[in-house]
């Protein structure tokens, strides 16, 4: 809780890729969580997921759904930092969102913000 980031953009699994692309061009966005009409997360879009499809398609013709990672790994609130560490670390992603008991998507962490916070801990400040 302390480390994610919110409010969260959100996409729709059933939205064009060529809105979307803008949201991650304007903001610099690198992962936004996925979702479907009645909120539930399916997925999630990373910058490398847009990356690789726009040589191959249309972006106004390709849904967000058929490019998107899934199924999408998630935590809650109260997860640990090193057990978030650890998932980021082991599966080879950027990001994990933050779900509710609801599975509603609250929030996002990212390897730079749990660098950031170890950088912040008294075992990484450097005596000057």
């Known amino acids: 809780k302390d480390l994610m980031s919110q409010p969260v953009e959100l996409l729709l ?3 064009n890729l060529d809105k ?3 949201i991650f061009s304007e903001k610099r966005y690198r992962h936004i ?7 539930n997360i ?8 847009l990356l690789k499809e726009l040589p191959k398609q249309e972006l106004s013709k390709t849904k967000v759904e058929a490019v998107m990672s ?18 980021l670390f082991e599966e080879r992603i950027g ?3 933050i779900i509710d008991g609801k599975k509603r998507v ?13 950088s912040q801990t008294e075992i990484f400040q450097v005596n000057a």
């Open 13 to 15: 699994s059933s939205e």
């Open 20 to 22: 979307n692309y803008r």
């Open 33 to 39: 969580p996925v979702i479907t009409e009645n909120r």
């Open 42 to 49: 399916v997925g999630i879009l990373s910058d490398r997921d």
């Open 70 to 87: 899934k199924p999408v790994l998630t935590v809650n609130e109260t997860t640990e930092v090193h057990l978030i560490a650890k998932i």
């Open 95 to 97: 990001a994990l969102p």
């Open 106 to 118: 609250v929030g996002i962490v990212t390897r730079s913000d749990v660098l950031r916070a170890l």
